[in-house]
């Protein structure tokens, strides 16, 4: 009789392989980043962590026998969503994972804006002793975070030790611990023109999808940063360069952009108001610790109990 299988598609430390292999003993588990370990397994595996383009006909094929999917991504908007509903395939995600390094970043972007750190590092490298016109601070401003999750959540915790008020936006506009006030994303527009800072951390969803454009970077104040670590594809990016170049809005910190890499022509590499960084905000020496035993280790513990996984449990019907 053939083992069960368990495919991971990336390379673990081997005290976490062992606290898998503890909970099914009796499972083929295969880890590994290279295609050449896990791509011949992947139509035999019930359980496939770690999504690649490259496995999506052999796990999606008529024998195939997966049954559940862990993501080592927060988002899911890559995956085939409707082919994965359609066989009934479990869909767990790494959210959560994220929220430290996230919010971490987060505050370096908003930091690095309001006290200039970035046009520093460009004097350094000139050996330019110039103030820069500095002159912000952060504490006791406003900042409306877009999309108030786990990393939304942390944000706003942080947010409290400058004693800024938080505006939360969230889908179900139920209330969060460190947020003054929250709202739906229906009230996004009432709630742009008060904020000194506005934080996208959303998911791309199709109500998401292009949910910032020209209306939104109007109605923000002149003197705002806005900051995104979502996704590239909920801001029309043509319209947040106008926006810049404009200064309808003072400057932007980007991890996310509709295409990625960013183009070696985009006007932002030259911006002086705009801080890049190439997608990396939940990066982290923790990553594989927290995917593990976070959320894959107690959802295989619901599974092999013959229960449905829980934690991060996607819904297809809202696309995250």
């Not at 080592?72 to 082919?83: F, I, K, N, T």
């Not at 360069?241 to 890499?261: K, M, N, T, W, Y």
């Not at 190439?278 to 619901?302: A, M």
Request: glycine share 6%.
């Amino acid at each position: 009789m053939q083992k069960r299988k368990i495919v991971i598609t990336h390379t673990l430390e081997q005290n976490l392989i062992e606290q898998i292999e503890e909970i099914i003993p009796a499972w083929s588990i295969i880890v590994g980043k290279d295609k050449e370990m896990w791509q011949k397994h992947i139509q035999d595996a019930e359980i496939i962590a770690g999504w690649k383009k490259e496995i999506e006909n052999d796990s999606l094929a008529p024998h195939s026998k997966l049954k559940w999917l862990q993501t080592w991504s927060a988002g899911v908007d890559s995956l085939p969503l409707e082919s994965l509903a359609t066989r009934n395939i479990i869909v767990t995600s790494a959210n959560g994972v994220h929220a430290y390094p996230i919010s971490e970043t987060i505050f370096a972007l908003m930091l690095s804006l309001t006290r200039k750190i970035h046009t520093y590092v460009r004097n350094q490298q000139e050996r330019k002793w110039h103030n820069s016109n500095m002159k912000l601070e952060m504490h006791g401003k406003t900042v409306g975070i877009i999309g108030v999750g786990t990393i939304g959540k942390e944000a706003a915790k942080i947010a409290k030790a400058f004693g800024m008020k938080v505006l939360g936006v969230r889908h179900s506009g139920k209330q969060q611990e460190f947020v003054d006030e929250m709202y739906t994303t229906h009230q996004l527009n009432e709630v742009l023109p008060n904020c000194d800072y506005v934080v996208v951390t959303l998911p791309l969803t199709k109500e998401t999808n292009r949910l910032f454009g020209a209306k939104q970077f109007d109605l923000m104040k002149s003197s705002a940063f806005f900051i995104n670590i979502g996704r590239g594809e909920i801001v029309v990016e043509d319209d947040l360069i106008s926006a810049l170049q404009r200064g309808h809005i003072a400057g932007a910190g980007l991890d996310v952009f509709e295409q990625e890499p960013l183009a070696v022509d985009s006007p932002l590499w030259e911006m002086e108001n705009v801080i890049i960084t190439p997608h990396t905000s939940g990066s982290t020496e923790h990553y594989n610790q927290r995917v593990i035993e976070n959320i894959l280790i107690p959802n295989l513990k619901n599974y092999i109990s013959g229960n449905r996984p829980s934690v991060n449990l996607v819904d297809y019907s809202k696309g995250y």
